[in-house]
């Protein structure tokens, strides 16, 4: 085993291709270099529709501060994933956040397949999604997010589901513009300062599934809790192909596809929801429903 100051040298120095989602430094070697990665209360999971979600009554909604107002958005290509960065003052709290406490809005990154069949980090009842997008929110109560990642209290990461329609989605136009911008990783790309957080939102976004988990990147800190919507992101077809476009270093090498971490165990976890399923199922549960129904290719909606 390497000394743990080797590896942070090698990290330093070669950031890029420490760890990656195919190969000799893929997710089933990820464990190497950061044991974190094999604890037991790791993301993404399968969401077990099938068994029955238990409602917590407790958890409320979120609040969402900001998330209308002017923040500085540039994005990144990092060689793992489009990465937009956020510099204002946009905050979660509440829904049952440890503590009720404020969470920062630091950035927003996303997973995609290298088609429409999958892509997705989370799934429901063994089905993906072909995108999904993560908000990462750290706790205001420590001082940068460096800091908070390694705090079981740290980090408020909310996901959404990408599905495909048949209209362009005009809240992503600046961001899919941007993206034929980055192609390379280390590339950047300030958004129109006009382009609002909330414009990456889908029209709802009351309901969630909550559980604790972790990064589903190295070092897979155990510091996350989770809220995935039921409500969808809403894509075309060609807005998500762009994403495909993106190279893991550049043109010479390969695209960015696929960049999702495998399922991991539940152990023993409990996962929750802030809405009663079966009071509101035809509402509250008809996108995840409907999400199954993509995924096994029936074209029906519950
Ligand atoms: C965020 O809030 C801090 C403190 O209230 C303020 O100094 C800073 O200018 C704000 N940043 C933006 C981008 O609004
Ligand atoms: C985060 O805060 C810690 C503690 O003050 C500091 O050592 C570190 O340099 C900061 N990291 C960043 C990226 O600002
Ligand atoms: C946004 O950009 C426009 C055009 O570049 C500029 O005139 C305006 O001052 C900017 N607004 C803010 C809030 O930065
Ligand atoms: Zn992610």
Known sequence: ???????????LAVPIASWSYKGDDGPQHWAGHFPTCAHHHQSPINIPLKKGLHHDTSLGHLDFHGYASNVALKLWNNGHTAKIVIDGNASVSGGGLP?????????????????????????????????????????????????????????AVLAFFGEIVEHDNEGFAALISALQKVKNAHDGQQLPNSTLLSGFMPKEHNKFIRYKGSLTTPPCSESVTWSIFTDHILLSKSQVAEFRKLYVTDSTGDHLVDNFRPLQQLHERHVTTNFKPSENSATALAPLYALVAFSIGLKVWV
């Not at 085993?1 to 990290?11: D, G, R």
């Not at 630091?106 to 290298?114: E, L």
């Not at 892509?119 to 205001?140: F, I, Q, R």
């Open 99 to 155: 503590h009720g406490g404020k969470y920062w809005a630091s950035q927003i990154h996303f997973h995609w397949g290298k088609d429409d069949k999958m892509g997705s980090e989370h799934a429901v009842n063994e089905n993906k999604m072909p995108l999904e997008m993560h908000v990462v929110h750290y706790n205001s109560k420590y001082e940068n997010i460096s800091v908070a990642m390694h705090e079981p209290d740290g980090l």
């Open 1 to 11: 085993m390497l000394p743990h100051v080797a590896v942070c040298l090698l990290v």
